[in-house]
């Protein structure tokens, strides 16, 4: 060692030693582990205030400090409560005789008339709910009865046991072909392997997409701590899956057109980002993502691109033939590599019935679990239930038989149709205000001159069961097929209804206009959930 080298180590020890002489010696162990501790703290304050920006955490820092005033966490939580009870008002009440323990004596036969008379309790929704039902007609006659039969004939398969039914299984292929050929599976950008399964519906699809999404990227490019950038249009599956999956969500702002902002999407995107995500159309509002912007996006980052098809996989296919100005939206766009398209709405088939599809089955196998180790055998399973009602599949299967192409560009012109009749009703009440430009069977509306929650509520009052949507503050209607022959008895309440509310402003006993107006403006973001949680833990 150089000898003016080895001169200065031996200055510099011996004169930190000097300096480090006049503290105490545990004073030198506790100042590293001190020091950490306060980098840690400091690195996760940071990373919250880029999470939540300077506003929302302060807010919640403030608030913190709130509620350790004594007496302030009680008050708080006694008006949360009183808020739950509002909104869980008449359902309490109604459980009261609900049964706890199993009869002594079986019902037998009996069940079914004891069944009947809970279902006429039920409020009637032909034509007066947002989406719900969307076959048409009585659920007695026509394609419901024709349903219901194909799901009562095959009530006890389950394609678990593929060797012992082997027709649900083929029904099940048939449907994802299907599907998938409406979606662009047939043309040449497709690559030709687009495959998929059934699902339970359009959260486990979206799970699903999501979750394989995850694992590929994972296997593709070592990411380890995953994240997802979403429109905050987008489905609350979304977040579902991030809860579940441990993916860090990344929501942001929609643009002025109300649809996925393609540069705000971008400024999220890191070596971390798995996924981004489209919507055709969004459940808010009704208008379809920018999908080929989107699909760039993902392809020049070399990240995955799921669109939300849930509503509109088995009406913009159609919408287009019928020469709606539809945008590209499926997997001929370069860079789509999943999408979840619901066969229990407009695919009219039973409840609990989607599809979730792939680019290729490079993506897909990440979906399946696979147990070796298991002593009851080796075991794989495509989908997050493991048993699954073969008779659901296999209605799914008779209605897309049964309508055929025709039937579904007959269904779609009706439902697009009374949607257009819809949305220009709308637009002649002065008070209202569409949200966007809707682009299918969606119709959100607000007002800047009454209180839309009120309006909602006076709505209710007449039977009508709509959707409450927040930023902006709004309702939609889901168009369906339930729809066609009541539109003019809806417009009319509707008008009568804002009439109502701008001659008597004021919340409507028994309403719920307050609560969804507070809950809009309540900055605590974490409260407002706390309220949800409350509420469905008093309820299922």
């Known amino acids: 060692m150089d000898s003016s080298l080895r001169s200065f180590l031996i200055d510099f020890r011996a004169s930190a030693n000097s300096f480090l002489s006049e503290y105490e010696p545990l004073a030198l162990l506790l100042a590293p582990l001190l020091a950490f501790l306060l980098a840690r703290t400091l690195q996760s304050f940071l990373a919250v205030l880029h999470q939540r920006g300077l506003k929302a955490t302060v807010l919640g820092f403030f608030i913190t400090l709130i509620k350790l005033v004594p007496g302030v966490k009680n008050y708080i939580d006694a008006e949360k409560q009183k808020v739950v009870d509002k909104l869980q008002s008449g359902g309490k009440s109604k459980r009261v005789d609900w049964r706890t323990e199993l009869p002594r004596a079986g019902l037998r036969d009996g069940v079914i008339e004891k069944m009947k008379d809970e279902k006429r309790k039920d409020v009637d929704w032909q034509g007066k709910c947002s989406g719900t039902v969307y076959i048409g007609g009585s659920e007695t006659e026509g394609h419901f009865s024709l349903i219901n039969e194909a799901c009562s004939m095959f009530a006890h398969t389950n394609p678990l046991h593929l ?24 043309e040449k950008g497709s690559g030709g392997q687009i495959c998929g399964n059934m699902t339970s519906g359009g959260t486990e699809s979206i799970l699903l997409a999501v979750k394989s999404s995850r694992d590929y990227m994972k296997t593709k490019k070592g990411i380890t701590k995953p994240e997802m950038v979403i429109a905050e249009s987008a489905h609350s599956a979304y977040d579902k899956a991030a809860q579940y999956f441990n993916i860090k969500l990344w929501r942001v702002p929609v643009n002025k057109e109300f649809q996925a902002d393609v540069k705000a999407i971008r400024r999220h995107i890191n070596r971390n980002t798995i996924l981004i995500v489209g919507s055709a159309p969004g459940f808010p509002h009704g208008i379809i993502d920018p999908i080929e912007e989107l699909g760039e996006l993902a392809s020049n980052f070399g990240i995955c691109l799921h669109v939300d098809l849930c509503l509109g996989g088995f009406v913009l296919p159609f919408a287009r033939k019928l020469g709606y100005p539809i945008p590209p939206f499926d997997f001929s766009v370069k860079g789509v590599t999943s999408v979840s398209v619901d066969v229990h709405k407009y695919g009219l ?69 009374v949607s257009k009749r819809m949305q220009k009703g709308i637009e002649e ?52 097929l339930q729809h066609v022959p009541i539109v003019e008895e809806f417009l009319r309440d509707l008008t009568e209804s804002v009439k109502t509310v701008k001659e008597n402003p004021g919340p409507i006993s028994g309403g719920l206009a307050p609560i969804y107006g507070a809950a809009g403006r309540m900055p605590d973001r974490v409260m407002v959930q706390d309220l ?3 509420y469905m833990d008093g309820t299922c």
């Not at 060797?163 to 047939?186: C, H, I, N, W, Y």
């Not at 696979?370 to 599949?393: C, D, F, H, N």
């Not at 007002?447 to 503050?473: C, T, Y």
Request: charged fraction near 20%; glycine fraction near 8%; include cysteine.
């Open 429 to 480: 009440i002065p008070e209202l205000f569409i949200i966007g430009r809707p682009d299918m069977t969606i119709v959100a509306f607000g007002s800047n001159v009454v209180d839309i929650f009120e309006v909602n509520d006076v709505m209710s009052s007449k039977g009508w069961h709509l959707n409450a949507l927040q930023r902006p503050n709004s309702i939609h209607i889901c168009l369906t």
């Open 163 to 186: 060797d012992v039914f082997q027709s649900v299984v083929r029904f099940e292929a048939e449907v994802v072909a299907m599907t998938a050929a409406l979606l662009g599976s047939k």
């Open 532 to 534: 949800l949680v409350n």
């Open 349 to 417: 088939a039973p409840k609990g019935t989607s599809v979730v599809l792939y680019r290729n089955h490079d993506i897909r196998k990440h979906q399946f679990v696979a147990v070796t180790e298991w002593s009851g055998g080796l075991y794989v399973s495509p989908t997050i239930a493991g048993s699954r009602p073969g008779g659901l599949i296999a209605g799914a299967w008779a209605a897309m038989m049964s309508l055929g192409e025709e039937g579904y560009l007959e269904n779609s012109k009706k439902i697009m149709e």
